[in-house]
Protein backbone atom coordinates (compact mmCIF):
# COMPACT_ATOMS: atom_id res chain seq x y z
CA UNK A 1 0.00 0.00 0.00
CA UNK A 2 1.47 3.83 -1.13
CA UNK A 3 1.92 6.46 1.47
CA UNK A 4 -1.66 8.20 0.04
CA UNK A 5 -3.19 4.30 0.63
CA UNK A 6 -2.40 3.88 3.87
CA UNK A 7 -3.20 7.86 4.70
CA UNK A 8 -6.44 7.08 3.22
CA UNK A 9 -6.62 4.64 6.19
CA UNK A 10 -6.84 7.27 9.17
CA UNK A 11 -9.99 9.42 9.37
CA UNK A 12 -8.82 11.35 12.57
CA UNK A 13 -6.03 13.58 13.15
CA UNK A 14 -4.38 16.35 11.31
CA UNK A 15 -4.63 17.88 7.98
CA UNK A 16 -3.55 14.94 5.50
CA UNK A 17 -2.70 17.03 1.69
CA UNK A 18 -2.45 13.26 0.24
CA UNK A 19 -5.88 11.98 2.34
CA UNK A 20 -7.36 15.66 1.01
CA UNK A 21 -6.25 14.85 -2.49
CA UNK A 22 -8.11 11.70 -2.82
CA UNK A 23 -11.29 12.68 -1.19
CA UNK A 24 -11.26 15.72 -3.87
CA UNK A 25 -11.50 13.50 -6.43
CA UNK A 26 -14.23 11.31 -4.92
CA UNK A 27 -16.14 14.54 -4.28
CA UNK A 28 -16.15 15.50 -7.52
CA UNK A 29 -17.92 12.74 -8.35
CA UNK A 30 -20.89 13.71 -6.16
CA UNK A 31 -21.72 16.81 -8.18
CA UNK A 32 -22.48 14.28 -11.13
CA UNK A 33 -25.48 11.77 -11.38
CA UNK A 34 -24.78 8.68 -9.24
CA UNK A 35 -25.88 6.22 -11.44
CA UNK A 36 -23.23 3.76 -12.66
CA UNK A 37 -21.23 5.68 -10.42
CA UNK A 38 -17.05 4.72 -10.65
CA UNK A 39 -14.57 5.24 -8.16
CA UNK A 40 -11.07 5.75 -8.43
CA UNK A 41 -8.70 3.24 -6.71
CA UNK A 42 -9.86 0.74 -4.29
CA UNK A 43 -12.72 2.23 -3.05
CA UNK A 44 -15.94 0.84 -3.25
CA UNK A 45 -20.06 2.22 -2.84
CA UNK A 46 -22.38 1.03 -0.13
CA UNK A 47 -24.90 2.82 -0.54
CA UNK A 48 -26.11 6.57 -2.50
CA UNK A 49 -29.41 8.62 -2.16
CA UNK A 50 -30.20 11.30 -4.21
CA UNK A 51 -32.99 13.41 -3.11
CA UNK A 52 -33.86 14.91 -6.93
CA UNK A 53 -33.83 18.47 -8.55
CA UNK A 54 -36.61 19.62 -6.29
CA UNK A 55 -33.80 20.11 -3.41
CA UNK A 56 -31.19 21.40 -5.57
CA UNK A 57 -30.13 17.62 -6.56
CA UNK A 58 -28.44 17.23 -2.85
CA UNK A 59 -27.41 13.60 -2.49
CA UNK A 60 -24.33 11.47 -1.39
CA UNK A 61 -22.92 8.25 -1.26
CA UNK A 62 -20.91 6.35 1.19
CA UNK A 63 -17.78 4.65 0.30
CA UNK A 64 -15.45 1.41 2.43
CA UNK A 65 -11.76 1.62 1.84
CA UNK A 66 -10.07 -0.87 1.08
CA UNK A 67 -12.90 -2.79 -0.51
CA UNK A 68 -12.04 -5.80 0.83
CA UNK A 69 -11.26 -5.46 4.55
CA UNK A 70 -12.78 -1.66 4.86
CA UNK A 71 -10.59 0.03 7.88
CA UNK A 72 -12.46 3.34 6.78
CA UNK A 73 -15.81 4.99 5.54
CA UNK A 74 -16.49 8.36 3.60
CA UNK A 75 -18.76 10.00 3.10
CA UNK A 76 -19.49 12.27 -0.17
CA UNK A 77 -21.97 14.99 -0.29
CA UNK A 78 -22.79 16.86 -3.38
CA UNK A 79 -24.97 18.46 -6.05
CA UNK A 80 -25.23 18.39 -9.63
CA UNK A 81 -24.39 21.62 -10.35
CA UNK A 82 -27.55 22.18 -12.89
CA UNK A 83 -29.88 20.96 -10.21
CA UNK A 84 -28.42 23.17 -8.03
CA UNK A 85 -28.53 26.16 -9.80
CA UNK A 86 -31.51 25.60 -11.16
CA UNK A 87 -32.65 25.65 -7.08
CA UNK A 88 -30.97 28.20 -5.68
CA UNK A 89 -32.55 31.30 -6.22
CA UNK A 90 -31.56 33.68 -3.89
CA UNK A 91 -34.88 35.30 -2.76
CA UNK A 92 -36.20 31.77 -1.08
CA UNK A 93 -32.57 30.47 0.07
CA UNK A 94 -30.25 32.97 0.36
CA UNK A 95 -30.73 33.91 3.80
CA UNK A 96 -29.61 32.93 7.33
CA UNK A 97 -31.53 30.09 8.90
CA UNK A 98 -31.46 28.47 12.31
CA UNK A 99 -29.99 24.56 12.42
CA UNK A 100 -32.70 22.07 13.39
CA UNK A 101 -32.19 21.25 17.24
CA UNK A 102 -31.50 17.61 16.34
CA UNK A 103 -28.15 18.79 15.03
CA UNK A 104 -27.32 21.20 17.38
CA UNK A 105 -29.46 20.81 20.32
CA UNK A 106 -30.23 23.83 22.84
CA UNK A 107 -28.44 25.95 20.65
CA UNK A 108 -30.68 26.00 17.54
CA UNK A 109 -32.02 29.86 17.80
CA UNK A 110 -28.49 31.15 18.03
CA UNK A 111 -26.84 28.80 15.03
CA UNK A 112 -27.34 29.97 11.71
CA UNK A 113 -26.91 27.93 8.09
CA UNK A 114 -27.79 29.87 4.67
CA UNK A 115 -31.65 28.65 4.21
CA UNK A 116 -30.97 26.65 0.71
CA UNK A 117 -28.22 24.06 2.24
CA UNK A 118 -30.05 23.72 5.62
CA UNK A 119 -33.27 22.61 2.70
CA UNK A 120 -31.05 20.74 0.97
CA UNK A 121 -29.48 18.44 3.92
CA UNK A 122 -32.84 18.14 5.49
CA UNK A 123 -34.07 16.27 2.15
CA UNK A 124 -31.12 13.57 2.97
CA UNK A 125 -30.85 13.59 6.60
CA UNK A 126 -33.36 10.78 7.30
CA UNK A 127 -31.88 8.64 4.35
CA UNK A 128 -28.34 9.12 5.52
CA UNK A 129 -29.23 8.43 9.23
CA UNK A 130 -30.80 5.07 8.00
CA UNK A 131 -27.72 4.25 5.86
CA UNK A 132 -24.71 5.02 8.70
CA UNK A 133 -27.62 2.19 11.08
CA UNK A 134 -27.20 -0.19 8.05
CA UNK A 135 -23.07 0.26 7.46
CA UNK A 136 -22.82 -0.91 10.75
CA UNK A 137 -24.95 -3.75 10.68
CA UNK A 138 -23.79 -5.08 7.31
CA UNK A 139 -20.18 -4.40 7.51
CA UNK A 140 -18.37 -6.54 9.98
CA UNK A 141 -15.40 -4.14 10.11
CA UNK A 142 -17.62 -1.31 11.17
CA UNK A 143 -19.88 -3.19 13.54
CA UNK A 144 -18.06 -1.89 16.79
CA UNK A 145 -16.26 1.20 15.73
CA UNK A 146 -17.04 3.50 12.43
CA UNK A 147 -14.14 5.66 11.38
CA UNK A 148 -15.62 8.55 9.20
CA UNK A 149 -14.61 10.93 6.63
CA UNK A 150 -16.94 13.60 5.54
CA UNK A 151 -16.39 15.30 1.65
CA UNK A 152 -18.29 17.62 -0.03
CA UNK A 153 -16.77 20.26 -3.17
CA UNK A 154 -18.69 23.59 -4.01
CA UNK A 155 -22.34 22.81 -3.78
CA UNK A 156 -21.91 19.65 -1.51
CA UNK A 157 -19.40 21.26 0.84
CA UNK A 158 -21.58 23.18 3.42
CA UNK A 159 -23.70 20.20 2.59
CA UNK A 160 -21.21 18.09 4.23
CA UNK A 161 -20.16 20.52 6.40
CA UNK A 162 -23.99 19.99 8.36
CA UNK A 163 -23.58 16.42 7.93
CA UNK A 164 -19.87 16.08 9.67
CA UNK A 165 -21.81 18.29 12.97
CA UNK A 166 -25.20 16.48 12.51
CA UNK A 167 -22.60 12.59 13.17
CA UNK A 168 -20.30 13.97 15.15
CA UNK A 169 -18.92 11.58 18.10
CA UNK A 170 -20.72 11.89 21.18
CA UNK A 171 -23.47 13.87 20.01
CA UNK A 172 -26.21 13.28 22.89
CA UNK A 173 -29.40 14.42 20.65
CA UNK A 174 -29.97 12.26 18.14
CA UNK A 175 -27.05 10.36 18.91
CA UNK A 176 -24.29 9.15 16.36
CA UNK A 177 -23.43 5.77 15.67
CA UNK A 178 -19.91 7.36 14.32
CA UNK A 179 -16.43 6.53 16.41
CA UNK A 180 -14.32 9.04 14.80
CA UNK A 181 -14.77 11.46 12.37
CA UNK A 182 -12.66 14.01 10.31
CA UNK A 183 -14.24 16.75 7.52
CA UNK A 184 -12.81 17.73 4.14
CA UNK A 185 -14.47 20.29 2.43
CA UNK A 186 -13.21 21.89 -0.69
CA UNK A 187 -14.27 25.61 -2.48
CA UNK A 188 -16.96 25.67 0.19
CA UNK A 189 -18.57 29.32 -0.41
CA UNK A 190 -19.15 31.38 2.82
CA UNK A 191 -22.66 30.48 4.06
CA UNK A 192 -22.75 29.94 7.96
CA UNK A 193 -22.89 32.98 10.25
CA UNK A 194 -19.89 33.22 13.00
CA UNK A 195 -21.83 31.63 15.53
CA UNK A 196 -22.50 28.42 14.07
CA UNK A 197 -18.60 28.61 12.75
CA UNK A 198 -17.79 28.82 16.58
CA UNK A 199 -19.74 25.62 17.59
CA UNK A 200 -18.45 24.03 14.41
CA UNK A 201 -14.75 24.27 15.47
CA UNK A 202 -15.64 23.60 19.33
CA UNK A 203 -17.83 19.80 17.91
CA UNK A 204 -15.80 18.93 14.80
CA UNK A 205 -11.69 19.78 15.28
CA UNK A 206 -10.49 17.62 12.92
CA UNK A 207 -12.64 19.83 9.97
CA UNK A 208 -10.92 21.33 7.25
CA UNK A 209 -11.50 24.02 4.36
CA UNK A 210 -9.24 23.45 1.77
CA UNK A 211 -8.90 26.58 -0.66
CA UNK A 212 -7.23 27.07 -4.05
CA UNK A 213 -5.38 30.43 -4.37
CA UNK A 214 -6.97 31.21 -7.85
CA UNK A 215 -10.18 29.59 -6.64
CA UNK A 216 -12.56 33.09 -5.93
CA UNK A 217 -15.54 30.92 -6.24
CA UNK A 218 -16.06 30.99 -2.17
CA UNK A 219 -14.95 34.77 -1.96
CA UNK A 220 -18.47 36.03 -1.35
CA UNK A 221 -20.43 36.97 0.47
CA UNK A 222 -17.98 38.91 2.75
CA UNK A 223 -18.04 38.88 6.05
CA UNK A 224 -19.99 42.40 6.63
CA UNK A 225 -23.37 40.65 5.06
CA UNK A 226 -23.13 38.11 8.36
CA UNK A 227 -21.74 35.21 6.42
CA UNK A 228 -18.21 33.14 6.87
CA UNK A 229 -16.67 30.15 6.70
CA UNK A 230 -16.30 27.23 8.79
CA UNK A 231 -13.45 25.05 9.13
CA UNK A 232 -9.85 25.45 9.57
CA UNK A 233 -8.89 27.21 6.38
CA UNK A 234 -6.03 25.05 4.25
CA UNK A 235 -4.80 27.45 1.56
CA UNK A 236 -3.55 25.38 -1.79
CA UNK A 237 -0.93 27.70 -4.07
CA UNK A 238 -1.98 30.40 -6.50
CA UNK A 239 -1.67 28.85 -9.89
CA UNK A 240 -3.40 30.75 -12.86
CA UNK A 241 -4.08 28.30 -15.44
CA UNK A 242 -2.92 29.26 -19.23
CA UNK A 243 -6.26 30.51 -19.37
CA UNK A 244 -8.31 31.78 -16.68
CA UNK A 245 -11.37 29.46 -15.97
CA UNK A 246 -12.91 30.09 -12.59
CA UNK A 247 -15.23 26.72 -13.70
CA UNK A 248 -11.50 25.11 -13.70
CA UNK A 249 -10.37 26.35 -10.44
CA UNK A 250 -13.47 25.84 -8.67
CA UNK A 251 -13.26 21.88 -9.35
CA UNK A 252 -11.97 18.24 -8.34
CA UNK A 253 -8.69 17.99 -11.07
CA UNK A 254 -7.59 21.64 -10.32
CA UNK A 255 -7.53 20.60 -6.75
CA UNK A 256 -6.35 17.45 -7.27
CA UNK A 257 -2.99 18.76 -9.69
CA UNK A 258 -2.64 21.70 -7.03
CA UNK A 259 -2.42 18.70 -4.25
CA UNK A 260 -0.56 15.94 -5.75
CA UNK A 261 1.97 18.46 -7.84
CA UNK A 262 1.10 16.39 -10.92
CA UNK A 263 -1.29 18.71 -14.07
CA UNK A 264 -3.19 16.35 -16.21
CA UNK A 265 -2.70 15.43 -19.80
CA UNK A 266 -3.76 18.50 -22.03
CA UNK A 267 -6.71 18.64 -23.83
CA UNK A 268 -6.83 17.63 -27.90
CA UNK A 269 -8.50 19.58 -30.93
CA UNK A 270 -12.79 19.25 -31.31
CA UNK A 271 -14.43 19.81 -34.16
CA UNK A 272 -16.94 22.71 -34.65
CA UNK A 273 -20.30 22.03 -36.80
CA UNK A 274 -20.49 23.82 -39.85
CA UNK A 275 -22.56 26.97 -39.55
CA UNK A 276 -22.63 29.64 -43.00
CA UNK A 277 -20.04 32.43 -42.16
CA UNK A 278 -18.86 30.64 -38.38
CA UNK A 279 -15.37 31.56 -38.57
CA UNK A 280 -13.60 28.89 -36.42
CA UNK A 281 -9.83 30.88 -36.26
CA UNK A 282 -12.11 33.73 -35.09
CA UNK A 283 -13.95 31.66 -32.39
CA UNK A 284 -10.75 30.60 -31.14
CA UNK A 285 -9.19 34.26 -31.09
CA UNK A 286 -12.37 35.70 -29.83
CA UNK A 287 -12.51 32.95 -26.95
CA UNK A 288 -8.85 34.21 -25.61
CA UNK A 289 -10.05 37.43 -25.31
CA UNK A 290 -12.63 36.48 -23.15
CA UNK A 291 -10.19 34.88 -20.91
CA UNK A 292 -8.27 37.81 -20.76
CA UNK A 293 -11.71 39.52 -19.20
CA UNK A 294 -11.68 36.52 -16.44
CA UNK A 295 -7.95 37.39 -15.80
CA UNK A 296 -8.42 41.20 -15.56
CA UNK A 297 -11.25 40.84 -12.56
CA UNK A 298 -9.62 37.31 -11.00
CA UNK A 299 -5.74 38.37 -10.75
CA UNK A 300 -6.08 42.35 -11.94
CA UNK A 301 -2.57 43.53 -12.87
CA UNK A 302 -1.42 40.44 -13.89
CA UNK A 303 -0.33 39.32 -17.61
CA UNK A 304 -1.96 36.66 -19.62
CA UNK A 305 0.65 33.78 -20.34
CA UNK A 306 -0.67 33.83 -23.80
CA UNK A 307 -0.62 35.76 -26.97
CA UNK A 308 -3.78 37.69 -28.59
CA UNK A 309 -2.10 39.48 -31.42
CA UNK A 310 -3.38 41.21 -33.44
CA UNK A 311 -5.55 42.47 -30.83
CA UNK A 312 -4.32 45.12 -27.58
CA UNK A 313 -6.10 45.34 -24.43
CA UNK A 314 -7.54 49.26 -24.79
CA UNK A 315 -9.23 49.57 -21.34
CA UNK A 316 -11.00 46.99 -19.02
CA UNK A 317 -14.57 48.26 -18.17
CA UNK A 318 -15.81 48.10 -14.12
CA UNK A 319 -19.75 47.99 -13.63
CA UNK A 320 -20.47 48.52 -9.74
CA UNK A 321 -17.09 48.24 -8.64
CA UNK A 322 -16.01 45.61 -10.21
CA UNK A 323 -14.51 44.68 -13.82
CA UNK A 324 -16.83 42.78 -16.29
CA UNK A 325 -15.48 43.82 -19.60
CA UNK A 326 -12.54 44.25 -21.80
CA UNK A 327 -12.27 46.33 -24.57
CA UNK A 328 -9.50 45.24 -27.54
CA UNK A 329 -8.34 46.68 -30.46
CA UNK A 330 -7.08 45.56 -33.85
CA UNK A 331 -5.78 47.12 -37.49
CA UNK A 332 -9.39 46.17 -38.28
CA UNK A 333 -12.15 45.71 -35.54
CA UNK A 334 -13.19 46.41 -31.88
CA UNK A 335 -13.88 43.60 -29.46
CA UNK A 336 -15.72 43.47 -26.27
CA UNK A 337 -15.04 40.43 -24.24
CA UNK A 338 -17.48 40.03 -21.39
CA UNK A 339 -16.91 37.69 -18.57
CA UNK A 340 -19.28 35.16 -17.20
CA UNK A 341 -19.65 34.48 -12.98
CA UNK A 342 -17.33 34.00 -11.21
CA UNK A 343 -18.15 33.82 -7.31
CA UNK A 344 -21.31 31.85 -6.00
CA UNK A 345 -23.26 35.01 -4.84
CA UNK A 346 -22.86 36.48 -8.80
CA UNK A 347 -23.97 32.85 -9.67
CA UNK A 348 -27.08 32.38 -7.85
CA UNK A 349 -28.29 36.30 -8.59
CA UNK A 350 -27.42 36.10 -12.18
CA UNK A 351 -28.34 32.85 -13.31
CA UNK A 352 -30.49 31.16 -10.95
CA UNK A 353 -32.24 34.08 -10.67
CA UNK A 354 -33.07 34.72 -14.28
CA UNK A 355 -36.73 35.84 -14.40
CA UNK A 356 -37.07 37.67 -17.27
CA UNK A 357 -38.21 41.56 -17.67
CA UNK A 358 -38.12 43.82 -20.66
CA UNK A 359 -35.11 46.29 -20.69
CA UNK A 360 -36.44 50.17 -20.54
CA UNK A 361 -34.18 51.15 -23.80
CA UNK A 362 -35.65 48.22 -25.64
CA UNK A 363 -38.28 48.69 -28.05
CA UNK A 364 -41.97 47.90 -27.40
CA UNK A 365 -43.24 44.11 -27.92
CA UNK A 366 -39.27 43.17 -28.61
CA UNK A 367 -39.73 40.84 -25.47
CA UNK A 368 -37.81 40.11 -21.95
CA UNK A 369 -34.45 39.23 -20.87
CA UNK A 370 -33.10 37.82 -17.80
CA UNK A 371 -33.71 40.35 -15.47
CA UNK A 372 -30.58 40.25 -13.51
CA UNK A 373 -28.83 40.53 -16.73
CA UNK A 374 -30.95 43.48 -17.96
CA UNK A 375 -29.82 45.06 -15.04
CA UNK A 376 -26.10 44.34 -14.80
CA UNK A 377 -25.89 45.54 -18.52
CA UNK A 378 -27.95 48.70 -17.69
CA UNK A 379 -25.38 50.00 -14.76
CA UNK A 380 -22.61 49.56 -17.75
CA UNK A 381 -24.00 50.27 -20.53
CA UNK A 382 -23.13 54.34 -21.11
CA UNK A 383 -19.78 53.24 -19.84
CA UNK A 384 -19.71 50.46 -22.51
CA UNK A 385 -20.78 53.12 -25.36
CA UNK A 386 -19.02 55.63 -24.08
CA UNK A 387 -15.73 53.27 -24.43
CA UNK A 388 -16.89 52.04 -28.01
CA UNK A 389 -17.26 55.66 -29.04
CA UNK A 390 -13.76 56.73 -27.59
CA UNK A 391 -11.86 54.00 -29.34
CA UNK A 392 -10.91 53.61 -33.45
CA UNK A 393 -13.52 53.98 -36.01
CA UNK A 394 -13.96 50.38 -36.38
CA UNK A 395 -16.59 47.38 -37.24
CA UNK A 396 -17.44 45.67 -33.46
CA UNK A 397 -17.42 42.16 -32.29
CA UNK A 398 -19.23 40.86 -29.20
CA UNK A 399 -17.68 38.07 -27.13
CA UNK A 400 -18.45 36.10 -24.08
CA UNK A 401 -18.30 32.85 -21.90
CA UNK A 402 -21.23 32.10 -19.40
CA UNK A 403 -23.57 34.71 -18.79
CA UNK A 404 -20.64 36.78 -20.75
CA UNK A 405 -21.82 35.49 -23.82
CA UNK A 406 -25.92 36.39 -22.58
CA UNK A 407 -24.39 40.21 -21.59
CA UNK A 408 -23.29 40.04 -25.37
CA UNK A 409 -26.25 38.91 -26.77
CA UNK A 410 -28.02 41.63 -24.98
CA UNK A 411 -25.52 44.45 -26.03
CA UNK A 412 -25.72 43.47 -29.68
CA UNK A 413 -29.14 44.58 -29.50
CA UNK A 414 -29.03 47.51 -27.99
CA UNK A 415 -26.35 48.42 -30.39
CA UNK A 416 -28.14 47.61 -33.59
CA UNK A 417 -31.21 49.74 -31.83
CA UNK A 418 -29.12 52.30 -30.70
CA UNK A 419 -26.35 52.61 -33.48
CA UNK A 420 -23.05 53.98 -32.25
CA UNK A 421 -20.64 56.83 -34.21
CA UNK A 422 -18.95 55.93 -37.79
CA UNK A 423 -18.42 52.15 -38.42
CA UNK A 424 -19.15 50.82 -34.92
CA UNK A 425 -21.83 48.32 -36.10
CA UNK A 426 -21.59 44.83 -34.82
CA UNK A 427 -20.13 42.53 -37.40
CA UNK A 428 -19.87 39.41 -34.82
CA UNK A 429 -21.76 37.48 -31.98
CA UNK A 430 -19.29 34.76 -30.35
CA UNK A 431 -20.71 33.37 -27.32
CA UNK A 432 -19.09 30.20 -25.84
CA UNK A 433 -21.21 28.07 -23.12
CA UNK A 434 -24.01 30.94 -22.72
CA UNK A 435 -26.95 30.35 -20.46
CA UNK A 436 -30.83 30.80 -21.31
CA UNK A 437 -31.93 34.07 -21.34
CA UNK A 438 -34.31 34.83 -23.76
CA UNK A 439 -38.07 34.61 -23.79
CA UNK A 440 -40.00 33.00 -26.93
CA UNK A 441 -40.95 36.42 -28.21
CA UNK A 442 -36.85 37.91 -27.62
CA UNK A 443 -36.02 34.85 -29.47
CA UNK A 444 -38.30 35.29 -32.47
CA UNK A 445 -37.46 39.37 -32.59
CA UNK A 446 -33.68 38.39 -32.71
CA UNK A 447 -33.97 35.51 -35.23
CA UNK A 448 -35.78 38.22 -37.42
CA UNK A 449 -33.16 41.02 -37.05
CA UNK A 450 -29.82 42.00 -39.05
CA UNK A 451 -27.62 40.09 -35.93
CA UNK A 452 -29.41 36.64 -36.49
CA UNK A 453 -26.84 36.26 -39.34
CA UNK A 454 -23.77 37.09 -37.43
CA UNK A 455 -24.29 35.45 -34.26
CA UNK A 456 -22.82 31.60 -33.71
CA UNK A 457 -23.65 30.19 -30.13
CA UNK A 458 -20.70 27.80 -29.72
CA UNK A 459 -21.37 25.11 -27.38
CA UNK A 460 -20.33 21.55 -26.44
CA UNK A 461 -23.08 19.06 -26.12
CA UNK A 462 -22.32 18.11 -21.96
CA UNK A 463 -21.82 21.80 -21.19
CA UNK A 464 -24.50 21.92 -18.61
CA UNK A 465 -24.85 25.90 -19.01
CA UNK A 466 -27.18 26.14 -22.26
CA UNK A 467 -29.52 23.79 -21.04
CA UNK A 468 -30.00 25.10 -17.89
CA UNK A 469 -33.83 24.57 -16.55
CA UNK A 470 -34.33 28.56 -15.39
CA UNK A 471 -37.32 30.71 -14.45
CA UNK A 472 -39.17 31.52 -17.30
CA UNK A 473 -38.90 29.10 -19.90
CA UNK A 474 -35.90 30.76 -21.21
CA UNK A 475 -33.89 30.01 -24.33
CA UNK A 476 -30.31 30.52 -25.75
CA UNK A 477 -29.99 33.18 -28.89
CA UNK A 478 -28.00 32.76 -31.81
CA UNK A 479 -26.92 30.01 -34.99
CA UNK A 480 -26.11 27.14 -32.60
CA UNK A 481 -22.58 25.51 -33.87
CA UNK A 482 -21.60 22.56 -32.14
CA UNK A 483 -17.94 21.72 -30.32
CA UNK A 484 -17.66 18.37 -30.32
CA UNK A 485 -14.28 16.35 -28.95
CA UNK A 486 -12.77 16.33 -25.46
CA UNK A 487 -14.42 13.79 -23.93
CA UNK A 488 -11.82 12.72 -21.97
CA UNK A 489 -10.21 16.22 -20.85
CA UNK A 490 -9.99 15.83 -17.53
CA UNK A 491 -10.85 19.79 -17.18
CA UNK A 492 -14.35 18.65 -17.98
CA UNK A 493 -14.90 18.20 -14.13
CA UNK A 494 -18.88 17.38 -13.65
CA UNK A 495 -19.68 20.45 -15.78
CA UNK A 496 -18.00 20.60 -19.11
CA UNK A 497 -18.52 24.17 -19.01
CA UNK A 498 -14.71 25.49 -18.51
CA UNK A 499 -13.88 28.42 -21.49
CA UNK A 500 -10.31 26.22 -20.80
CA UNK A 501 -12.02 23.33 -22.55
CA UNK A 502 -13.65 25.47 -25.39
CA UNK A 503 -10.15 26.78 -25.92
CA UNK A 504 -8.21 23.51 -26.20
CA UNK A 505 -10.95 22.45 -28.50
CA UNK A 506 -10.99 25.66 -31.07
CA UNK A 507 -7.12 25.92 -30.60
CA UNK A 508 -6.10 24.78 -34.70
CA UNK A 509 -2.87 23.80 -33.25
CA UNK A 510 -4.08 21.41 -30.66
CA UNK A 511 -3.81 21.27 -27.17
Keep these: MSGADERAAAPAGGYDAALAAQLVGLAALANQSLENLYLPGDWEV ?16 LAAYPSSQPTVCALIVGAPWSDFISYYTP ?72 ASLDLRPGKTVSPSHVATLSSYVFSCPPAVDPAFAAFFAANVPAAYRVLAGADQFPSQ ?14 NLPLLIPVYDSPWVERDGPYYQQLLTGQPPAPG ?34 SMPAFQYSPYLLNQNISIGGAVWASLFESPDNLVVALRGTVTWMELIQLVSNAFPSAPAWLSANYGQYAKPLVDLYAAGRDQ ?34 HPLQGKRAVAGVYTFGSPPAANTAFVNSYAAS ?11 PMDIAPALPLLGFLSTLGTPVTL ?14 ALSTYLSLLNPGGG
Design 384 to 417: LSAALNAAGNKPVLLTGHDVGGALANLMAVDLLQ
Design 268 to 301: TPGSASGAAGFDPVLAFTLAKLSAVAYQMYQHPG
Design 221 to 234: PLPASGYVNAGAQQ
Design 91 to 162: DDNHLLTQVSANIVGNNSDVLQVDAGFVQMYGAIRAQLCADIARIKQSIPAFAITLPLVVTGLGPGAPVAQL
Design 450 to 460: ALAGVNFQVAR
Design 484 to 497: SGGALDPYNGTTWH
Design 46 to 61: IYSHSAGSAAGGSQYY
